[in-house]
């Protein structure tokens, strides 16, 4: 990325002095489009949350383009991400929810129901697979049957496509859209913010109509407009996951697929005992991610999840993703990059945990002044000379064995989460210290 071949290019210079990007393009809009079972790749979008955007627009246009502007429907299952509804509506889109079963499915029967009550103006549907409860829709072909049948296009959400890449297609069973989080399941590092990269594939139907630009000539005949400024999106980042699909070839992406599933199900089924897993498949098998339910500690110990969380801190490990898609739980994504070891190191720091809760529970330990409650303890409040805890230091700071040779030393208490969300606290200088 930083090579100056790459990193000093811009946006704009002239496609004759680009080459070698354009045949990383090239070859990376083949490859995305072979994984996906698509006809065309567009690699403009810069986010998941833009392709949705992108690939709802796409979808408008398409049916603009048939004379059916009137369909401004979108179903969306009541387990999808946040960015979905807020995509549509900034498509033009009206949302109408669709429920979940107790398992966590698309309700079939609802979605029948719902197709069916908007059938004239039935624009898409918007379903993640496998879903973000963490299961394999198994009616998921069906599902998209049913709403073609009303004339509806299948948007799919694509950020779990980890789960699938090598396994299976979205272009095969239905989709007619799909984004990739190439900053997810295509190795660009995320979190804290970007970049990250969402293009999205859509099947022959809709080729035309993906996004072209004012500067650079690109997209479908009949296109939409650009959704980015830049006619590749972050094209730099684009070099990351080209050189990782190159280095891992068709076998090794296959492989991280079946090892991110593999890890998942290793994770459940060692924790199960101690912590109910809230959606599973029928085999009893969850997908690349489960969800683990922690709601009852609320009454039994007075115990919540962010209590759980910042105690994961003095094991040394970040807490996984919390509370979403539902409160008081979990949901714990390893991937195919932890090894055996560091998997086996968390299952052991929550089965620990579990037995805090316990001891708690049971009245061994105080309700309010608990290793949970005070969690995460920094060095400064372990190093002062007066310590009225009715646990040890050692209890709060050394909780497992390998903390005793790598330990994570949190750098900041408890914070009030609820007290920060809605106090705007500005830490810089006052203005006259700008004053000469
Ligand atoms: C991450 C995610 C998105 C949004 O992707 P961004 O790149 O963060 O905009 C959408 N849907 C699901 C299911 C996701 O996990």
Redesign the pocket.
Known sequence: MTWPEFGKLHPFAPVEQTGGYQILFEQLEAWLAEITGFAGISLQPN??????YTGLLVIRAYHEDRGDAHRDICLIPQS?????PASAVMAGMKVVAVACDALGNIDARDLRAKAEAHSARLAALMV?YPS?HGVFEESITEICATVHAHGGQVYM?G??LNAQVGLCRPGDFGADVC?L?L??TFCIP?GGG?P?M?PIGVAAHLVPFLPRHPIVTMGGERGIGAVAAAPWGSASILTISWVYIALMGAAGLTEATRVAILNANYIAKRLEPYYPVLYKGRGGLVAHECILDLRQFKSSAGVEVDDIAKRLMDYGFHAPTVSWPVAGTIMVEPTESESRQELDRFCDAMIAIRAEIEQIELGQMDRHDNVLKNAPHTAQALLSDEWTHPYTRAQAAYPAAWTREHKFWPSVGRIDNVYGDRNLVCSCLPIEAYTV
């Open positions: 986010a998941g949350s833009q392709g949705e999808a991400h946040g960015t979905n993640t973000t959400d950020a779990n984004h989080n900053h997810k995320h970007g990250g969402g």
